[in-house]
Each structure stands twice: as C-alpha cells, then as structure tokens.
C-alpha cells in the first residue's frame, strides 16, 4: 500500500483547502484512514479518522468545526476538507492507514501554508 497526498498550497486566510490521499495498492486490508499534520518544531497530532465504509468518523480537536473528513472508495481517495483557513492551519498534512496486513502506512506529506 502506497499513499499519495496532494492539494496543499500557498492560500489566503478565509479560503479553502481540499487535501487528497490516492491510496494505491489493496485497499481490502484497511481498516480506517487518518489525517495528522505537522507544524515545525512540534509532534504530528491527528486531525480525523474515517473508518473503511465511512461508518465511523472522528474529530480531533484540531479538527473540530472547520474540517470534513471523507472518502470515495471508488476512487481510492481519501479527502480533508478544510474550510476558513487560519495562519495557525499552517502544516504539513499527512494521510495514513492503518491495514490488518502491513501496519500503519504514512503519506508523504502535502505543504499547507495560509497567508494573513
């Protein structure tokens, strides 16, 4: 299993964001897909996690409010929707996987930078 993330970007406060994770590879074996981030100096924390049918959903408290988890299992894609960007959501964000087979999978890492 291999995870792709991409959408960040260089964006102004107030604006939005989508983020995606393609997930290539077996997606039999995953039992629920994650959203952390990063901002330098300090530990990856987690955002959101959506289990495999999407029949469970939580919320960090990073998460809280502005962000929308969600996953198109036709398209092996992963989505963090954030909404009314802060400076403070400057991170790298992360996808990750937890699968039955191989473990916890990460992503590489996809650069958000919100502008005042």
């Known amino acids: 299993v291999q995870l792709v993330e991409s959408g960040g970007g260089l964006v102004q406060a107030g604006a939005s964001l989508r983020l995606s994770c393609a997930v290539f590879g077996s997606t039999i074996s995953i039992n629920a897909m994650n959203w952390y981030r990063q901002a330098p100096g300090k530990q990856r924390e987690l955002v959101a996690t959506i289990t495999n049918t999407g029949g469970y959903i939580n919320y960090a408290d990073s998460g809280k409010g502005r962000f929308t988890i969600s996953r198109d299992n036709a398209k092996d894609t992963l989505y963090l929707q954030i909404n009314s960007l802060k400076p403070e959501d400057t991170h790298v964000y992360y996808c990750?996987?937890?699968?039955?087979?191989?473990?916890?999978?990460w992503g590489q890492g996809t650069q958000g930078t919100v502008s005042s």
């Open positions: 990750n996987v937890q699968d039955q087979l191989v473990g916890l999978v």
